[in-house]
């Protein structure tokens, strides 16, 4: 079965930077773009970035654009989010999925920003 497991979440200062995994199986993974989505408390699940497959195009939330970069390895099924100059606002619930794929999501990995 489909299996998203996001990982890499943590505590960081304001300014700092993280890494999220996810490592993704039971799918063709190269063939499914994937998407990151973050999910603050009181708030609605919003999409951060997300990178097509093959061409392995990317796109961006405006709130994070030039801080983020979204990353693949078809090799690893792994899709990746590289976060800089991480705000306070970035605080959230970390998921990656297949967008419009109707894959179960994964548990999420949680990031706090945070002096």
């Known amino acids: 079965q489909v299996q998203l497991v996001e990982s890499g979440g943590g505590l960081v200062q304001p300014g700092g930077s993280l890494r999220l995994s996810c490592a993704a199986s039971g799918f063709t993974f190269r063939n499914y773009a994937m998407s990151w989505y973050r999910q603050a408390p009181g708030k609605e699940r919003e999409l951060v970035a997300a990178i097509t497959s093959v061409s392995g195009s990317t796109n961006y939330a405006d709130s994070v654009k030039g801080r983020f970069t979204i990353s693949r390895d078809d090799a690893k099924n792994t899709v990746y989010l590289q976060m800089n100059s991480l705000k306070p606002e970035d605080t959230a619930v970390y998921y990656c999925?297949?967008?419009?794929?109707?894959?179960?999501w994964g548990q999420g990995t949680q990031v706090t920003v945070s002096s």
């Open positions: 999925n297949a967008p419009s794929s109707g894959f179960a």
